[in-house]
């Protein structure tokens, strides 16, 4: 089972893509990998690992960089390591996509190439944020509709929950709603029909979350608007680098903070651990007709082998299969 992997897309790349794929290749027997970037560069970096036979390269001379329109970008780099990636997709090579480049250009891509589920508007951006009761939250969207309509909201909560149902193993994933109150009459208007919509549905609607309880673990999916599901989940990245940035600043500054930082140290191991957004790999790309991860821009090597092998189990267990098939079976009003 073959994954696609944008070697130009991140800010430590190719580096950081090529290391993370060589240890997914190792810590898996049936991960195979196809690079997607420079040919020459990409066997310079690999080294022996280059006659490897899980692993190909995709020749691509031309990168996508973060600061360029992304629908221009895809239609004018059509040999861009991006677009590339997703055409192995959309040409069977590969099962999967993956990509820390341009956010805004992966998602054009994937819609142009790929294309949507049916029935499905618009499909969304999510992430998996660190939660202290379970094993994180599925957020969406995250950044790719700024401007959603209530149906996209919805979508976005049928989506979400039939995700954490088939490729996370959440029998009946609760769905809240971000929103400035608890109270069902909170928010502006479209917001309002989200929750009554929400409400009328099949789906195991818990009401609204509020900012503060968003990792407390009252729901597996949120939803909300890509502008502020975005700032939520930068705002919730800086705020776990500063506070453990802070820790190791006091308990470094003297004799009696360091012997109490040493006691302290098994448990803010473990804190870092769950707060590391490295180490979740990446997140799908909803509502694409074809497996699509996106990484974080400052992945790390450790972060492209978690979300490849995140991919790979997601394509093994068929289950972006069974979630058309579940929203086709449900395509009237999207009710699960």
Known sequence: MRIAVDAMGGDLAPEAP???????????????????????????????????????????????????????????????????????????????????????????????????????????????????????????????????????????????????????????PRVGLLNVGEEAGKGPPDIREVYRRLSDSRLRFVGNVEARELLQGKADVVVCEGFVGNVVLKLTEGLARDFLSEFRRIAGQNLWTRLAGSVLRPGMRRMRERLDYQGYGGAPLLGLDGIVYKCHGSSEARTFTAAILVAYNYAKKEAHQRIRERLAQAREGLVQ
């Open 18 to 172: 090529v290391r993370g794929t060589i240890a997914a290749v190792e810590q898996h027997p049936e991960v195979s990998v196809t690079l997607v970037g420079p040919e020459r560069r990409l066997r310079e970096l690999l080294g022996t690992w280059s006659d490897h036979p899980r692993i190909a390269i995709r020749a691509a001379d031309e990168v996508i960089t973060m600061t360029e329109a992304p629908v221009a970008a895809v239609r004018r780099k059509p040999r861009s390591s991006m677009v590339q990636t997703i055409l192995s997709v959309k040409e069977g090579e590969s099962v999967a996509a993956i990509s820390a480049g341009n956010t805004g250009a992966l998602m054009a891509a994937g819609l142009l190439w790929i294309g949507r589920i049916e029935g499905v508007e618009r499909p969304a951006l999510t992430a998996i944020l660190p939660s202290m009761a379970q094993w994180g939250v599925l957020v969406l969207d995250v950044g790719a509709n700024m401007d959603p309509k209530p149906i996209h909201l919805y979508q976005y909560a049928v989506m979400g929950s039939l995700y954490c149902q088939e490729a996370l193993e959440i029998a009946d």
